[in-house]
């Protein structure tokens, strides 16, 4: 089961360059979510779908955009990467909205910006 | 607006040992309490919520956490550490006047010694 898959996991971008995260689920739910997770910080969200066809800011939106292509594909854009976007960025879905079901996560995607 | 305070970034205890983690919160209306683990290299999955009802609430893996209204707190507890439970452990808060959208601690790495 493929449950909630992100690319790359890796990547190392320079200060000003672009790139795009993607992530994609199997399991038919409406809602994603991307947050990002740094040292003693926990996770912030960053963006949210709590449908196809609509997206929402989250707690630290500045610096990002994202991308609800259809109802699988939810994908987070940083157009000019800055250093404080060094993080580890987790996309995650959920069949009902978080404040009762359960987030299923995928495994991360660690950028690195110098 | 939501908040969750998680006392100790670090807790270091031995096998067979009790694990005791503290968590706090804050939120304006009656909230939804939820603990995620977090294994190394891996997105997080959830180990036990609290939405409505009991509030002694048991999860996967041996443990279980109380909601306790007037302590606003969520702590979460096993009677006996294995070396498998070294992890990270989030505690979350969400209630429905945030939306869709969960509110992360700071999370607390556990440490289980032979």
């Known amino acids: 089961n493929a449950g909630v898959t992100q690319t790359p996991k890796f990547q190392v971008l320079k200060t000003g360059q672009s790139m795009t995260l993607q992530c994609a689920q199997d399991?038919?739910?409406?809602?994603m979510y991307w947050y990002r997770q740094d040292p003693g910080m926990g996770l912030r969200l960053i963006y949210y779908?709590?449908?196809?066809?609509?997206?929402d800011k989250g707690e630290v939106p500045n610096g990002y955009n994202v991308s609800r292509l259809n109802k699988r594909e939810f994908s987070l854009r940083l157009e000019s990467a800055a250093p404080s976007q060094t993080s580890v960025y987790f996309c995650?879905?959920?069949?009902?909205?978080?404040?009762?079901?359960?987030?299923?996560f995928g495994e991360g995607s660690r950028l690195t910006v110098l | 607006a939501q908040s969750v305070t998680q006392l100790g970034s670090h807790v270091s205890v031995s096998e067979g040992a009790l694990v005791l983690l503290r968590c706090n919160y804050s939120?304006?209306?009656?909230?939804?309490l939820f603990w995620y683990v977090q294994y190394p290299n891996q997105g997080l999955q959830l180990l036990l919520k609290?939405?409505?009802?009991?509030?002694l609430v048991k999860g996967i893996n041996g443990f279980e956490a109380e909601f306790k209204k007037s302590e606003t707190s969520f702590h979460l507890t096993k009677p006996s550490a294995h070396m498998s439970d070294a992890a990270e452990y989030f505690c979350?808060?969400?209630?429905?006047?945030?939306?869709?959208?969960?509110?992360f601690g700071g999370g607390t790495r556990v440490l289980v010694k032979p």
């Open positions: 979350a808060v969400s209630d429905r006047a945030a939306g869709n959208k969960l509110t």
């Open positions: 399991m038919n739910h409406n809602s």
């Open positions: 609290y939405t409505t009802g009991a509030t």
């Open positions: 939120s304006s209306v009656p909230p939804y």
């Open positions: 995650a879905s959920s069949l009902e909205g978080a404040v009762a079901g359960e987030l299923f």
């Open positions: 779908s709590a449908s196809e066809g609509t997206t």
